[in-house]
């Protein structure tokens, strides 16, 4: 990191602990935590995976403001999440979906400031989402799905037996992964990146201005 770099991520950081700075990732984290409760079923995954938007917000303001203050605000609506609905998993789930979370935010966010332009976010997007898919389905695989199959006291059988009545192809974990996580990842990826590139040049300017 060049010495310019270095001053940029100082100022930032001075920025983000600013009142405004404060102010611009608490309203970004309230969005984001009101847009996780209304959440949507998928045809082709168990009905405990559903989409929904809450990631928006967060992209939104790591773009306005930083690959760090996308972790931060990505903390928050977990924390904020934590708070409202408790954990069912000893906070393992909710440890693995702000990993996930963050696999989306943080390279899109990197790529997007190196550059700042609307090539580099779109490039940006495509990297975390492709990032996500790759660290959901290895989080998932390894750590959720288990976990989960023990929080809830269900033989692993039966969680594959969950995706085979929505998708025949489901019949072991490798095909749960590839038929259920995968596109439930992706098709979250690409909703999510849409709808920011929609929006961000509209808001971005107001949480800018909190941040100045």
Known sequence: MNKTNKTQ??????GLLSVRGITAIAMLSAISILLMLFDIPLWFAPSFYKIDLSEV?????????GPVAGI?????????NLMINGTATAFVGEFANFL???????????????????????????IGTVSM???????????LLPVYSKAFNMPMEAL??????????????????????V????????????ITM???KRVSSVIKGFHN
Do not use: D
Not at 57 to 65: E, K, R, S, T
């Open 100 to 126: 996930i979370g963050c696999s989306l935010v943080v390279p899109a966010a990197i790529i997007y400031h190196q550059w700042k332009s609307k090539n580099a976010a779109l490039t940006g997007l495509i």
């Open 183 to 194: 596109p439930f990842n992706l098709l979250k990826g690409v909703v999510v990146s849409v």
């Open 57 to 65: 917000p967060v992209l939104i303001g790591a773009f306005a403001l």
């Open 198 to 200: 929609l929006l961000y």
């Open 72 to 80: 931060v605000i990505e903390f928050v609506k977990i924390l904020l």
């Open 160 to 181: 594959i037996g969950m995706g085979a009545a929505v998708n025949p192809s489901i019949n072991s974990l490798s095909t749960f992964v590839l038929f259920a996580v």
């Open 9 to 14: 991520v100082r100022t930032g950081m001075v």
């Open 133 to 143: 898919v790759a660290v959901g389905s290895l989080l998932n695989a390894f750590l």
